[in-house]
């Protein structure tokens, strides 16, 4: 492989001829599961190499280099690629592969199980005819699998490996098909089933492309059978071939074993550590079915993940979310405490998780970001007495979350003059911080929405 690489790359020329030689390597340095030279060798990252736009290969070579940035963990880089796929699909059978490879690049850089909708019409109809088709198939057993559809996973596996051996299928596919059959197998307590599997992958001969699934496939037999240090070992060798290979999917399904190996260890603090790094570094690729899986298992020892900023409501449980409607209403932590017969402290975990979902740091910046509610939802003072005109603009500037440096700026008055202003508002709305002020303009325009 290294010197057919070397001999694409020394004479690579920049014309339709030499792109379908380096597409042709990227395709074998894939099926050797060698990611590393594949990204090496390519030149259409972004989509059809030169002197392939508008022809149907071009589209099969976009489709190529969505799989490669997906399979080496660049979700975020492979599903704006989509689009260009997307669009240049001009047959039936191009639709059915870009269909299936946004199913599997979807279910794999979704970070919410609620946005996975999408059905997977290929797993109805379509005959599977040819190794294109079975490739079509295969993204879609990797679409269901990251979704957790384990029985669409498998139904899809046989239909592209056509028999109980998937000989029909590339190596690293069998790898890979018979270490989600075997998973599917153990997660419903199938001993048999899951040796009947691990025969399978134990017959294969592929070296470095079938060992990181070997070495996964034993890991979890020692993790049932009580033998951590055997896991630990087999986990890690797994993960460091994938990394060196830039199999960076399967590294990550390493890396979420090893946490369940440190778990059943009594080592949570290192699975804890472990997967928040693994999440933040997988968030920062767009890999959010990482942290789908880290969620998953950290909450089996009641430990959570820092919230993903900026996504608002939509990271949160539904347990932080009532506590962010009692934050907006004007309870305090110990108010919010005993109503919800929480300890403060617990309390106060949920408010800084609360603050950064919505990616402030203050109550007042997760008014500004949520914006006017239900009126009988802010417990606000009714005493309005005669806010005057520059009052309220101040006011109005304090909702939107500005400091009194940028209040004073935005005013043209002097920093002195904004904390007069904050002082005689406080005073007259009866409050006792920003919040208030805060809380009391956004139960004015709740009440001109109303109105």
């Not at 299936?100 to 979704?110: G, I, R, T």
């Not at 029909?168 to 098909?177: N, Y």
């Not at 933040?280 to 430990?303: K, W």
Request: aromatic letters at 6%; one cysteine or more; hydrophobic letters at 45%.
């Amino acid at each position: 492989m290294r010197a057919s690489t070397d001999i694409v790359l020394e004479h690579f020329a920049d014309d339709a001829w030499w792109s379908g030689v380096q597409y042709l390597s990227v395709e074998a340095a894939l099926m050797c599961a060698q990611l590393a030279t594949a990204a090496r060798i390519t030149t259409f990252a972004s989509g059809p190499a030169s002197g392939w736009d508008g022809h149907p290969f071009g589209t099969v070579m976009t489709v190529c280099a969505v799989r490669l940035a997906a399979f080496r963990g660049y979700l975020g880089d492979a599903a704006e690629l989509m689009a260009v796929a997307r669009q240049a699909a001009s047959s039936r059978r191009l639709e059915d592969l870009t269909e299936a490879l946004d199913y599997m690049v979807l279910n794999h850089s979704s970070a919410l199980p609620s946005t996975m909708t999408r059905e997977g019409s290929t797993f109805r109809a379509r005959s599977v005819e040819d190794l294109l088709e079975r490739g079509v198939v295969f993204l879609m057993a990797y679409g269901a699998q990251a979704a957790g559809n384990r029985s669409d996973a498998a139904r899809a596996i046989f239909r592209a490996g056509g028999d109980s051996r998937l000989s029909g299928c590339t190596l690293i596919d069998r790898a890979l098909g018979f270490e989600l059959l075997l998973m599917a197998a153990l997660a419903d307590n199938d001993q048999t089933a899951a040796d009947a599997w691990l025969h399978e992958l134990l017959s294969l001969e592929g070296g470095g492309i079938c060992r990181p699934s070997v070495d996964r496939a034993l890991a979890r037999y020692a993790l049932s059978a009580g033998d951590y240090p055997t896991a630990t070992v087999l986990c890690t060798r797994s993960i460091d071939d994938c990394r060196r290979q830039e199999r960076a999917i399967e590294a990550a399904e390493g890396e979420l074993l090893l946490a369940q190996v440190n778990i059943a260890s009594s080592d949570v603090a290192t699975a804890t550590r472990r997967l928040r790094s693994l999440v933040e570094h997988a968030d920062r690729q767009g890999h959010g079915a990482v942290r789908r899986s880290a969620g998953a298992t950290l909450a089996t020892v009641n430990r959570r993940l820092p919230p993903i900023a900026g996504l608002g409501w939509a990271a949160l449980t539904p347990r932080e979310a009532e506590v962010a409607h009692l934050i907006i209403q004007g309870l305090a932590v110990a108010e919010m405490a005993t109503h919800m017969s929480l300890s403060v402290r617990t309390v106060r975990g949920y408010v800084s998780r609360i603050l950064c979902a919505f990616n402030v740091s203050t109550r007042v910046g997760l008014l500004a970001s949520v914006g006017p509610g239900p009126l009988e939802d802010l417990r606000v003072s009714r005493n309005t007495a005669q806010l005057t005109p520059r009052q309220m603009e101040v006011v109005g500037l304090i909702a939107q979350d500005l400091s009194n440096i940028q209040i004073s700026s935005r005013l043209g008055v002097a920093p002195r003059t904004v904390e007069k202003h904050i002082s005689d508002i406080l005073q007259r709305l009866d409050g006792t911080s920003r919040f208030d002020i805060a809380r009391f303009w956004w139960s004015a325009q709740s009440g001109k929405q109303q109105a």
